[in-house]
């Protein structure tokens, strides 16, 4: 299977992994051929890439380093318990997430799991299910990223479940924000990026009162977008003064938002999103963390089309785990972009091959 922008996508192509719904029902199965409307539709809920079916990379095989079923879960569970909070009188009644707060560390928990069970880097480019909710998707996103730098710095099983409720709630304050700015399809004005920046404090004063959410998960919601050098908000804290959770947040969060499609602009490829984490390590973002991300995620996904410094075209078959930005890859065309009989090259033994572009 060859993995391609859905933006990209032509009608006839056929999808080589079957899309589901939040109910994991099917909404697209393996083996159809996407017409105009249905690629419309997975643009329409945020389905930024998709594995199509190629003669050459039939046999590419991808795991989900977290299971359908348990994303699933998650989504539904968060989804509830949004929807449950922006009906009922939330700042008097916290009922609702009182009730749900157990049901998300069971999540957290079988999040934790799958990642420290898995042998994969994490790629989390194809979603497999279609939600019209981009805010429950990155939660859950940001979530799992985080667990996963988490993991990587070793952190104890306590604080990674911590961490991972602050990552998972980290933008409940957005049930404040009103509608028309949340969905707008273009860029916000002045005012209307003012209004949005209050979900951090609103998040906050709201996770803060709540007898089953703990100071620094409500912190996580207060930080994610602080920044090292003070650039950040809505407090400006620089250095020291950023709770280490706060740090890894706002690395998946910027991470998951650049690497998702917006109506506004067109989903960055895993690389260039850690390009942007990299420019700004030292300065707004925790290197060691950003170290530890990389370490964590698949740079160059399994089916990514990339061209070599010397020319030639292949296809990523297989990830080095200890070197995510060296896989293994199947040549297809020369250096004359003229298709040939396919061979592998591993990147980890060949250090003078580098990757110089992606074609998605």
Known sequence: ?????????????????????????????KGTALTEKMIHRLLKQHITYVHIEDALTDDIYVEDVIPAKTRIKAMGMLKETFVG???????????????????????????MKDIRNSNETISMLTNIFATDDYIFQHSINVAIYSLAIGSQVNLPDAQLAELGVGAILHDIGKIFIEEEILQKADKLTADEFAIMKTHTELGYNFLRKQNSISSVAAHCAYQHHERLDGSGYPRGIKGDA???????????????AVTSNRVYRSAMLPHEGLEILYAGAIQQ???????????????????????????????????????????????????????????????????????HSCQA
């Open 1 to 29: 299977m060859r993995l391609v922008s859905t933006r990209s996508v032509k009608p006839g192509t056929k999808i080589a992994q079957s899309i589901y719904n939040e109910n994991n029902l099917p909404l697209i199965q």
């Open 85 to 111: 909070l922006k009906k009922d009188d939330i700042f008097n009644n916290a009922y609702i997430l009182e009730t749900k707060s157990q049901n998300l560390l069971v999540v957290i928990d079988e999040l």
């Open 242 to 256: 950023i709770h280490p959770f706060g740090k890894i947040i706002a690395i998946a969060d910027v991470f998951d």
């Open 285 to 355: 973002f925790e290197k060691q963390y950003v170290e530890a991300f990389k370490q964590s995620v698949s740079v160059y996904p399994n089916g990514l089309t990339v061209r070599l410094n010397d020319g030639r075209t292949g296809v990523v078959i297989r990830q080095n785990k200890t070197l995510c930005d060296r896989p293994v890859i199947r040549i297809i065309k020369d250096a004359s972009d003229q298709s040939i009989s396919p061979y592998e090259v591993d990147m980890a033994y060949n250090v003078q091959v580098l990757i």
